[in-house]
């Protein structure tokens, strides 16, 4: 089972599952996202496996790769027929347990979105069909052998990957079995970077099986992004929301646009704070209810933000008031005691104020 992994797709049968595919295809690397089914869509393999909640993890699904796919089935009398499917991108599997063994219970899957799967000439679902084998049709959430090597693309070719990822995938495919029809706007997360342009990778809180990012107090970064569409696009909004109380830079950052594709970059930079600090970033698209007749698909997520404090700087803050109340009791045993007995205070004096004035200095340059 070394070179096998698992298949989590996520079907047209609800608007959510179409917009879960979305944001799987938007979200930066290594952010944890969350997929459930019944037990009853479940592969028997993948189903013994499972462990119950709160009980310890298998070992043959510790770190197991995934990959995350989009099925378009159409509903027939017998059922659904599976149309086509569309592997998006690889990941790799953080946590996952069952509920129970009944086919009413809930099996959850939590994984880092990885690599993007490179698009070309390929039939993927004669591919994933192979793959499968008898569970096709049958199992939403499946054991198979790894894609090929060639079918995944290299992380410097995730902007290209992504790109031929939309352009593959059909407008007609996206439409519910009632007949619905959606608009896809399509979102490029690069995320976070620091001031040296390098991206910021999310840690894992294994108590909440949620990715979040660590960020410094007054330290500079951006966070940037590109939308992309297929099919001609109305006027749109992207906006990138944060808490001002937390944040130095605009609570609200907004992208006005019509054209087909654009990139944006915005700046952040956070307070100096009293404490360590739990907030997130908000990321949400706003489209036209309805374009040519068409459902819209919009995208909102919330990101986790750390924001720790600089415990340098709280040194340097301690010394301070330490080199102000070494000046201060200086004066203050001079006024206290006879002249002739106190000929040395100047020394502490002089030094306590000089060292309380040159950090107090270095800190107002310091936080700009």
């Not at 698992?6 to 944890?32: G, Q, R």
Request: net charge neutral; glycine share 4%; hydrophobic share 40%.
């Amino acid at each position: 089972m070394d070179n096998d992994c698992i298949y989590l797709m996520s079907s047209n049968a609800t608007k959510e599952y179409i917009t879960d595919i979305f944001e799987v295809l938007s979200l930066p690397s290594e952010i944890v996202m969350h997929f459930r089914y019944q037990i009853r869509w479940l592969d028997e393999n993948l189903k013994a496996i499972l462990p119950i909640k709160n009980k310890s993890q298998a070992s043959e699904l510790k770190n197991k790769k995934v990959v995350i796919c989009y099925l378009y089935q159409e509903k027939q009398d017998s059922g659904w027929e599976w149309i086509i499917v569309y592997p998006i991108r690889t990941g790799v599997l953080t946590h996952a347990y069952k509920s129970g063994d009944k086919n009413e219970d809930v099996a959850h899957f939590y994984f880092k979105v990885n690599n993007y799967i490179r698009y070309g000439e390929q039939d993927f679902t004669r591919v994933l069909k192979e793959i499968a084998c008898e569970k096709w049709g049958k199992a939403y959430a499946l054991i198979g052998s790894m894609l090929d090597n060639t079918y995944i693309a290299y992380k410097g070719d995730s902007k290209s990957a992504f790109i031929q990822i939309c352009n593959s995938l059909n407008s007609l495919h996206l439409r519910s079995p009632e007949g619905n029809e959606y608009f896809p706007m399509f979102c490029f997360m690069e995320g976070f970077k620091d001031k040296k342009g390098k991206i910021l990778l999310p840690e894992y809180d294994p108590l909440t099986l949620k990715s979040f990012y660590k960020l410094t107090e007054g330290e500079y970064y951006s966070f940037g992004f590109s939308t992309y569409f297929t099919l001609k696009p109305p006027q749109y909004v992207v906006k990138l929301l944060s808490d001002e109380k937390i944040f130095s830079t605009p609570p609200v950052y907004e992208l006005k646009a019509s054209s087909r594709y654009d990139e944006e970059s915005y700046t952040i930079i956070s307070s100096i704070l009293e404490r360590d600090a739990w907030t997130s970033f908000s990321f949400k698209t706003e489209l036209p209810d309805r374009i040519d007749n068409k459902e819209s698909l919009n995208i909102h997520f919330e990101f986790p933000i750390k924001v720790e404090r600089k415990i340098l700087y709280r040194i340097f803050d301690v010394l301070s008031d330490v080199g102000f109340g070494v000046g201060t009791a200086a004066i203050a045993l001079k006024a206290a005691f006879p002249p002739s007995e106190m000929t040395w205070w100047y020394w502490p004096a002089i030094s306590g104020y000089s060292l309380w004035a040159i950090i107090k200095i270095t800190i107002k340059f310091w936080r700009g």
